[in-house]
């Protein structure tokens, strides 16, 4: 079994900052990528911003240059940075990996249950 776990989430004012964290655990063989996905009320989820290492990063148009992504490999660890948070970036926040895990023929994706971020002043 793997689990991801998310924390950090909660109410911030509008130009605050948050960390989020998301630790894989379980019966994991490798991690090819993790990341963050966001899903608003009544919107689409979407793409906020992945790794596959620490030189390969890709965010979305929306948060660029607001939010850093960063992973741990020894503890197979995602974060989010967000800085300079705006009302539009409400939402739950899921963090995924695409992993292979041990009696599994190949990688998969995997999903936490999310976490709820609000910027409301």
């Known amino acids: 079994q793997v689990q991801l776990v998310e924390s950090g989430g909660g109410l911030v004012q509008p130009g605050g900052s948050l960390r989020l964290s998301c630790a894989a655990s379980?019966?994991?063989?490798?991690?090819?990528?993790m990341g963050w996905y966001r899903q608003a009320p009544g919107k689409q989820r979407e793409l906020v911003a992945t790794t596959i290492s620490t030189r390969s990063t890709n965010y979305a148009d929306s948060v660029r240059g607001r939010f850093t992504i960063s992973r741990d490999n020894t503890k197979n660890t995602v974060y989010l940075q967000m800085n300079s948070l705006k009302p539009e970036d409400t939402a739950v926040y899921y963090c995924?990996?695409?992993?292979?895990?041990?009696?599994?023929?190949?990688?998969?994706?995997?999903w936490g249950k999310g976490t709820l971020v609000t910027v409301s002043s």
């Open positions: 379980g019966s994991i063989v490798s991690i090819v990528s």
């Open positions: 995924y990996a695409y992993l292979r895990a041990y009696g599994r023929p190949g990688a998969e994706d995997y």
